[in-house]
């Protein structure tokens, strides 16, 4: 068997002489150099949000050679003045006479990734404690590369240093990094360098104590924040601030979302540590106590363990039993179940970092959720390898079946004295015993094997005599949809039907889009939540369904402890929401504008604690200068004490902020299971919520990340229950305009100047209401105008120009809203976001009334419609027994829990070789099988229909070209063109 991986590493290369505490720099990632000069300066160069620096703030700043970083002019002398001075404002990382012609280069850029801002932001946090919430919205950062002093000739000495300054808009902080400090000051001055900052204001200033002298070469040896050659300092406020650990507050994990399967190495920084003293134990849960080994004063490192649970678990550290910092890690399952045969394995993985170093692991899991793990090879330099499958099994086994993931781990360096080791990839797979398996033919199972196993059909049978009485557990979860509307046309999220903690329910459809109940291919309750309890679902609902269904002919007996769910107990959901220069869609349908500058109530449903808030900002058009309209900038959704607390938020350089429970989170496509929901993130432009209680949120963002819309459904138990911006949900249009104190408003929906003075603001929220959590230095006010006047669509739609009012109605049709929203916010992707929203809106209508007549099929079995018995099916359909033992059919897909993908498998039949691909986030994974019996196997074509969608791509051919694969996505690519 050939299996090749591509593993994508995102990291950047630095150059060979870059200190470990240093940010990446260099042109390998994208810095620009400055030219050479001598006592020159670079700028003014825009920055994309106010920078306060003490008591003013600045749009645009300049690069000046001999080694600062200026506001409001450029720099040039060359010889170092005492602070304070009114004629320098900035940070000076070394002040003295630099010059680039006769030696290094100055590198800089402004920070766009998000990566490289976590870890700015990471780094400020972790050395104040006070500034928990701090997340930097726009950095710069300038590299003086083994710069000259003037006059210098050859084999001269040369200084190597870094400046950064950062800011969330509200407050900011400089960074100074120093690797190498080989001269003090030029040769024509009289004075050593200074380090430090100035305000400009004869007041307001801070120079390092070694500054004017030779000693300040040493501050390449000490710090500040306890990391040698690193000083951060606090500049947006009159009172100095340096850095330093944290006696108190959050720890900060690196990285914070791990593999279920444990074995990896966090990063914990924050607290202060006494390297000789001091003692760090892990809490996790409650229920797992592991040794954090220190570091260093500000660090510690621990070894994850097997996780019991999937998604948010609680973590606390201890230092001497007499102080605790709180944090949260995120555990995942990405794992994905796969085919191994006795043929040589071989691994490929593609990396963009050199002198990286792989291991290669195999981990089993036991019932009792114990585990065993074995390194099949260590200190892979190159990315690729090969061995025996053989190594992939234990020979102590006593296990019938054992669950085993094999895994990728790469060794991290975080500088010289840490090492982190940590999985780029995990991969699922089924092993048989041999001294148990009967007529085997394979020593791993693969989908095509006849196998029986001894007195499987005694083992089914004494199984189910065991178990008790399906109906509450079935009775308990939300019911299967009766058919799955298109995935195209609703938010994916609508495609997770396993929503209870404790159980769940697996939905599978047939190629009509019809429920499939009952075997053969009919979904099943689980005992054990797939998501939540893995292990204990493997052994639970897994090996059991294997005894019942695969090695001996008793799958009723199976389906009768684990029934289907016939969707009988289905009710429609309700759609709401709102988009553009606030245009809102009631839950009885009223559609009507309301462009305020606040806090609102979306909705509320008081009965579960349930509230949900919107932020409505102004559209911001440049650094200075916002538009008339607002629009959607932020929403927070708060629900009962079990339930995790969720906001998105677009910070004031349009970067994505994900809170859960208070804490930014840094996520980039990911799908995670928390307390009573499910988060998943697409790219940070595709965001779907999916509550327990029946409640569904999907955000999509425009293009420039500058605003989103918010598309929303309920249950229809909640009749009666809401209230807010979003009306009371009863089916009555007249009475949607409902104030808090429960008074019914007679309005015209057109009328958007009465329902802006006599309704919206109504439902503003105040600092004691309001659920959101603000960034550091921000307050409930800083986001509430009660001045503020629109624009009103009654009044009409003017445009600025003739040549936007042509492309605005090229893009908006007859759609006033979005013409409105064009002409106040001269923003055609605004505009687009109602278009969007009216479409979903009729389309998911639309899918309610096919699906309605679906469960009247069901409910009238006369009809030739409704739930369908797939004759033809040879095995389950879902997604945790895909791969296991399918046998392709004409046309069966399944509903995909994990990943909320509609993926649709057809069969070849003339095909003799099917390769099929798919990917997880930066893992791409390919087998190729040749099947002699014309059955088209089921590899891993469970994200055939996520690969069209993430990549855009019908024909694939950048990826693969085998036919086949073009075959199992055809239905995907059709809904493309």
Not at 135 to 144: K, N, Q
Not at 741 to 754: A, P, S, T
Not at 922 to 944: M, P, R, S, W
Request: charged residues 20%; aromatic residues 12%.
């Amino acid at each position: 068997m050939n299996i090749r991986l591509f593993l994508i590493l995102l990291f950047a290369d630095y150059l060979d002489s870059t200190p470990d505490i240093f940010y990446p720099y260099g042109r390998e990632i994208g810095d620009d150099i400055m030219f050479k000069n001598d006592d020159g300066f670079l700028g003014p160069l825009d920055i994309a949000i106010e920078f306060p620096f003490f008591n003013r703030s600045f749009s645009s700043l300049f690069i000046n050679t001999n080694g600062l970083i200026s506001f409001g002019n450029g720099i040039s002398s060359f010889t170092p003045a005492p602070f304070p001075l009114i004629e320098v404002i900035g940070v000076a990382p070394f002040w003295n006479d630099i010059d680039t012609t006769k030696g290094g280069d100055i590198f800089y850029r402004t920070v766009s990734d998000l990566n490289t801002l976590n870890q700015i932001g990471a780094d400020v946090r972790s050395s104040f404690n006070a500034f928990a919430n701090f997340r930097p919205s726009w950095a710069l950062i300038v590299t003086w590369f083994q710069v000259a002093q003037f006059s210098q000739s050859a084999n001269f000495p040369n200084n190597t240093f870094q400046a950064l300054v950062t800011t969330n808009g509200r407050h900011s902080f400089t960074i100074f990094n120093y690797h190498k400090l080989d001269w003090s000051r030029s040769r024509n001055v009289a004075e050593h360098a200074q380090v430090g900052f100035n305000a400009g204001d004869g007041i307001v200033h801070f120079a390092l104590d070694k500054s004017f002298t030779p000693n300040i070469t040493n501050i390449v040896f000490e710090s500040n924040v306890n990391k040698p050659g690193r000083w951060i300092f606090r500049i947006d406020d009159t009172t100095i601030e340096e850095g330093g650990c944290n006696t108190q507050g959050n720890v900060i994990l690196s990285p914070f979302v791990v593999f279920f399967i444990g074995g990896e190495e966090i990063l914990v920084t924050g607290p202060c540590f006494n390297i000789s003293q001091d003692v760090a134990k892990i809490v996790i849960d409650s229920y797992s106590e592991i040794e954090c080994q220190i570091l260093d004063s500000n660090s510690c490192k621990f070894r994850t363990p097997l996780f019991e649970k999937i998604g948010r678990v609680p973590l606390t550290l201890r230092v001497n039993d007499d102080q605790t910092f709180n944090g949260n890690i995120f555990v995942k399952d990405e794992s994905i179940q796969s085919k191994i045969d006795d043929e040589e394995l071989s691994l490929v993985w593609h990396s963009e970092k050199t002198n990286q170093k792989y291991d290669i692991y195999v981990i089993r899991i036991s019932e009792n959720s114990s585990e065993s793990v074995k390194l099949i090879q260590s200190n892979l330099e190159q990315n690729s390898t090969s061995s025996k499958s053989s190594l992939l099994f234990f020979d102590n086994s006593s296990n019938t079946i054992e669950n085993c993931y094999l895994a990728i781990g790469i060794k991290k360096n975080i500088n010289q004295q840490i090492e982190l080791k940590n999985y780029l990839f995990i991969r699922n797979f089924f092993v048989l015993n041999s001294n148990l398996v009967e007529n085997r033919k394979s020593r791993f199972w693969i989908p095509i094997l006849m196998i029986s196993i001894l007195n499987a059909g005694s083992i089914c049978e004494n199984w189910a005599s065991n178990q008790p009485d399906p109906t509450p557990y079935l009775q308990g979860l939300p019911p299967c949809w009766p058919a799955l509307p298109s995935a195209t046309n609703v938010p994916e999220s609508f495609g997770d039907f396993i929503q209870d903690k404790a159980s769940g329910q697996q939905c599978c459809y047939n190629s009509q889009n019809d429920l499939i109940v009952g075997p053969p291919g009919g979904g099943t309750l689980d005992m054990a939540h797939a998501e939540e309890k893995p292990i204990s679902h493997f052994f639970e609902d897994v090996v059991p369904y294997f005894y019942c269904c695969k090695f001996s002919d008793n799958c009723d007996k199976y389906y009768e402890k684990r029934p289907s769910d016939d969707g009988s107990r289905w009710t429609p959901p309700t759609p709401a929401g709102g988009s553009g220069d606030p245009h809102f869609t009631t839950f009885d349908g009223v559609e009507y504008t309301f462009n305020g500058l606040g806090e609102y109530t979306l909705f509320e449903i008081n009965e579960i604690n349930f509230t949900c808030q919107i932020r409505s900002s102004s559209l911001k058009v440049n650094s200075s200068a916002k538009a008339d309209g607002t629009v959607f900038r932020a929403i927070a959704i708060k629900g009962d004490s079990s339930t995790d607390s969720i906001q998105i938020e677009l910070d004031l350089a349009n970067n994505v902020l994900i809170y859960i429970n208070g804490i930014v989170v840094d996520l980039t496509n990911e799908y995670i299971n928390l307390n009573q929901l499910s988060l998943k993130l697409n790219d940070a432009t595709n965001i779907e919520l999916t509550y327990s209680k029946g409640i569904n949120f999907q955000i999509l963002l425009t293009p420039r990340k500058n605003a989103f819309l918010i598309f929303c459904s309920i249950d229809k138990k909640y009749t009666n229950r809401t209230r807010g911006l979003l009306g009371n949900f009863n089916g009555i249009k007249s009475d949607d305009f409902r104030l808090p104190n429960g008074v019914v408003l007679n309005l015209n929906k057109n009328e958007d100047r009465d329902i802006f003075e006599n309704f919206g603001q109504k439902w503003l929220v105040n600092s004691m209401t309001s659920v959101f959590t603000y960034q550091q230095g921000f307050q409930h006010r800083d986001f509430v105008d009660l001045s503020y006047t629109p624009k009103f669509i009654q009044d009409g739609i003017v445009f600025a120009n003739s040549s936007l009012e042509i492309v605005a109605k090229e893009k908006c049709g007859e759609n006033n809203k979005c013409l409105y929203d064009v002409s106040v916010t001269s923003d055609i992707e605004i505009g687009v976001l109602n278009v969007n929203f009216d479409k979903k809106i009729q389309l998911f209508q639309q899918d309610l009334v096919n699906i309605s007549q679906a469960l009247e099929a069901i409910k009238n079995p006369s009809t030739t419609t409704g739930t369908t018995k797939f004759e033809n099916v040879d095995d389950k359909i879902c997604e945790h027994y895909l791969n296991s033992g399918i046998k392709c059919d004409s046309g069966a897909f399944i509903s995909n829990m994990k990943f909320s993908e509609f993926c649709r498998k057809s069969c070849n039949d003339s095909a003799q070789t099917s390769t099929i691909t798919t990917t997880t986030s930066t893992t791409f994974i390919t087998t190729t099988k040749t099947d002699t019996q014309n059955i088209c196997i089921n590899y891993n074509d469970v994200l055939c229909n996520y690969f069209v969608k993430s990549f855009d791509l019908c024909d694939l051919n950048s990826f693969i070209s085998a036919t086949p694969f073009r075959v199992y996505c055809c239905d995907a690519c059709k809904s493309k063109n």
